[in-house]
């Protein structure tokens, strides 16, 4: 029987997927097999040493400490793109809600109640200080062109806006895709920053992107630029930011990732984190982090794996040996050489590697010793 620490609450359909027979789900259980989690944080959570995989049910994994898991032989699961519908529709109405001023001009109505008669007249004559432009015809710099960023493009072009997308690891056949939609697409943010109406972000927060919003990348936008940030809040020096916003070089922020300094100016529209608050999208997630643990702790496959790399894997085997390691061209002939001295006839051999860690999986006929090998941990499966 496997057993699943929940550490949020995961959708009972993602739940479903498990076998109810095979897997026990709950959120407190000794000895996990493996962890669901949504956005607890786990940085000074110490894993039990039965622990070998954690399944983020969403694309962000800044909760997680992925390198420290990899050095134990953790593998951390996201779930990119099963959430990627619910935060594009939240990014549209942003676009909306940066250029209409449709927040504030509710909370201004709701102090018309008691003016009885008078709200009519009221309403027309305080609209004017709601007005906006329209979004069509518009120029909106999408900042990564991943399953968010893609999908975003797509319906703010169906709106009328002209694309231009951002994303250095786009494949050749990807940017040939986008650019027959009709998109620019740029490996240089400077583009963006100088030809954008409308900018929206959907990068990962780390070293390389935290504070990309700043004094400098603003002073190149255009005057009145409005950004949309749903991704990570730290992906803008908040500071600059709001400067720029009392000077009016920016005309609106709206973000899903507010702070105490942001909540109540006036610049900013402030959503409390909604961008995957959906019925479906929690399904989604749970789903697809349900079914990458089961994957893997029944048959060794990983997939969308953010600290080792991915290896997918017939389901049929005898016995597997599944090695993950630091990464090492000889990694494979030492485990085979062990195989053969153990009398296991090797099936297959399966190899993977991705910054810096290794993933060797041998297919054989039966078990053999393995305590020779210098491994970070080793999963046999039967």
Not at 188 to 203: A, C, M, P
Not at 268 to 283: N, R
Not at 324 to 339: C, M, P, Y
Request: net charge negative.
């Amino acid at each position: 029987m496997y057993k699943i620490l929940t550490l949020n609450k995961i959708s009972k359909i993602g739940l479903s997927v498990l076998d109810a027979a095979k897997y026990t789900c709950a959120d407190e259980v000794a000895a996990p097999d493996a962890v669901l989690v949504r956005s607890a944080s786990m940085h000074d959570m110490i894993l039990d040493a039965n622990t070998v995989a954690v399944a983020r049910a969403g694309a962000g994994v800044n909760n997680i400490p992925l390198a420290d898991y990899a050095d134990t032989g953790v593998v951390v699961f996201n779930t990119p793109g099963a959430n990627a519908n619910a935060v594009k529709e939240l990014v549209i109405c942003a676009l909306l809600l940066a250029s209409r001023k449709v927040a504030a001009a509710v909370e201004w109505a709701k102090g018309l109640k008691g003016e009885g008669e008078n709200v009519p007249k009221l309403v027309e004559k305080g609209k004017s200080q709601f007005a906006g432009p329209e979004i069509s015809g518009k120029t909106l710099g999408v900042v990564g062109m991943g399953a968010i960023g893609a999908l975003v493009a797509d319906s703010a072009a169906a709106l009328g806006m002209k694309i231009i997308g951002f994303d250095p690891f786009l494949s050749e056949a990807r940017i040939r895709e986008f650019t027959e939609k009709g998109y620019k697409i740029t490996t240089e943010l400077d583009d963006i920053w100088s030809e954008s109406d409308y900018i929206t972000l959907h990068l990962p927060l780390n070293d390389g992107t935290r504070g990309i919003i700043n004094a400098q990348s603003i002073a190149k936008m255009k005057d009145g630029v409005r950004i949309v940030n749903m991704a990570r809040g730290e992906l803008a020096d908040s500071a600059e930011l709001l400067a720029a916003l009392d000077s009016g070089k920016v005309a609106a922020y709206v973000t899903d990732f507010p702070n105490e300094a942001q909540v109540d100016h006036s610049g900013v529209t402030a959503i409390p984190h909604l961008g995957a608050s959906t019925p479906e999208s929690e399904d989604n997630c749970a789903v697809m982090a349900a079914k990458e643990v089961s994957d893997y702790l029944e048959k060794g496959v990983i997939l969308h794996s953010v600290n080792y790399p991915d290896l997918d894997l017939p389901d049929s085997f005898t016995v597997r040996t599944c090695f993950l390691h630091n990464e090492d061209d000889g990694f494979a002939t030492k485990a085979e050489d062990a195989a053969k001295a153990g009398g296991a006839q090797i099936e297959k051999t399966y190899i993977a590697a991705k910054k810096g860690k290794g993933y060797t999986v041998i297919d054989t006929d039966k078990e053999f010793d393995t305590t020779g090998i210098n491994a970070i941990r080793v999963r046999i499966l039967k």
